[in-house]
Each structure stands twice: as C-alpha cells, then as structure tokens.
C-alpha cells in the first residue's frame, strides 16, 4: 500500500510539471475580474473531516481493509463528480492556490494560480482546463 501512495505521488508530481510546460504553449485568455475569494481554504476543511480520522484507523482485518477502500472509494467519486479535482494537495506543496472569481459577465469561474490576492476589477491572463476552470501561467 506504501508503494501506490508513493507513486501516486510521483506521478502526480510528473504530470504537473508536463502540464506547466504543456500549458505555456497554449494561448491564454485574458479574465476581467469583478469579485475574488479564495476558495483554498474549503480544501483544509475537507482534509480535516474526511481524511485526517480515517488515517489513524489501523486497517488489520480485511473487514476494515474493505470498509477502508470502499471510503477512499467513495471520496475518488464525489471529488470527481463534484468537479473538486483541481483542488490537489500536490498543487499547494508547489504554491497554487484556487480562487474563485466572479467576472464582470456575472459568470463564477475558479482560478488555480500563486497569486495570493486577485484585486477586484483586475484583469488575469489564463489557460482554459475544464469548463469554468483556468490555470494562471507565470509569463
């Protein structure tokens, strides 16, 4: 189990830095502000409900070991279905932050970004990832 986490891990950590490189070639589209929250702070919360007690349950019978992987199980599926994807710890160890923006077109989108403070009415050059998602690439 040590070694899926570790590589887990390690390719999370290889295709983000594909993606940077990847992204720097795509163009990017510039994003008029009107309001900014971070929304980074909902991933701390998440963490602190769902994961951190799951990970002092010692998994010695196959009962807890089941029970375990169905939990993980679920959490993959909601994390995805919920379009939380974008919110990788792996992205905080290397700076990013995700913010959400609502644009002068009234539309909310969520930028992932090192900015720590997007101020209202600024304009932000980004790449599209998904619907509503954008990546802010250092220039």
């Not at 590589?7 to 795509?26: D, E, F, H, P, Y």
């Not at 007690?53 to 679920?74: C, E, H, M, N, Y």
């Amino acid at each position: 189990m040590t070694i899926v986490c570790y590589s887990l891990a390690g390719i999370s950590i290889a295709l983000l830095a594909l993606l940077s490189s990847q992204t720097r070639k795509v163009d990017r589209v510039t994003i008029s502000t009107k309001v900014a929250r971070r929304k980074d702070v909902e991933m701390l919360t998440y963490i602190a409900t769902f994961l951190v007690p799951f990970l002092t349950v010692a998994a010695d019978s196959w009962r807890k070991q089941v029970a375990l992987g169905i939990f993980v199980a679920l959490i993959a599926l909601f994390y995805t279905q919920g379009e939380m994807y974008f919110w990788n710890p792996i992205l905080g160890i290397f700076g990013y932050r995700t913010i959400e923006i609502e644009l002068v077109t009234e539309e909310v989108v969520t930028l992932i970004t090192k900015s720590r403070y997007i101020k209202p009415g600024a304009t932000v050059k980004a790449v599209p990832l998904a619907s509503q998602v954008y990546w802010e690439i250092a220039p």
